[in-house]
């Protein structure tokens, strides 16, 4: 059984920063891409990020790139998402994704189809006051 469980959400003033994890167990894939996607009310659920197992391949939205960074500690099983910077349209409730397998791996803008991943979290609100 997979299971990926976020944390690390909270209220924060816009300018100031969070940690997000995405702890993963029963995770046993060597080949694996994790993500970090947000959803606020009423709007589509969006790719933020996302880490994959070749070699530092890492991806991000256009609205966090210099502000956000994903990283992995795979000793840990766990994925995480720095986010600095923080601004009111950052609120969202976030979901960490994952999927295993080389010829899963994505390249390109594939990373933010919601297909793709196999297994989610069950998501950490993340709320960024003005």
């Known amino acids: 059984e997979v299971q990926l469980v976020e944390s690390g959400g909270g209220l924060v003033q816009a300018g100031g920063s969070l940690r997000l994890s995405c702890a993963a167990s029963g995770f046993t894939f060597d080949d694996y891409a994790i993500a970090w996607f947000r959803q606020a009310p009423g709007k589509e659920r969006e790719g933020v990020s996302c880490?994959?197992?070749?070699?530092?391949?890492?991806y991000y939205a256009d609205s966090v790139k210099g502000r956000f960074t994903i990283s992995s500690d795979n000793a840990k099983n766990t994925v995480y998402l720095q986010m600095n910077s923080l601004k009111p349209e950052d609120t969202a409730v976030y979901y960490c994704?994952?999927?295993?397998?080389?010829?899963?791996?994505?390249?390109?803008?594939?990373?933010?189809?919601?297909?793709?991943?196999?297994?989610w979290g069950q998501g950490t609100q993340v709320t960024v006051s003005s």
């Open positions: 994704a994952a999927v295993g397998g080389f010829w899963r791996i994505p390249r390109g803008m594939t990373w933010r189809r919601l297909a793709l991943y196999d297994y």
């Open positions: 880490i994959t197992s070749r070699a530092s391949s890492t």
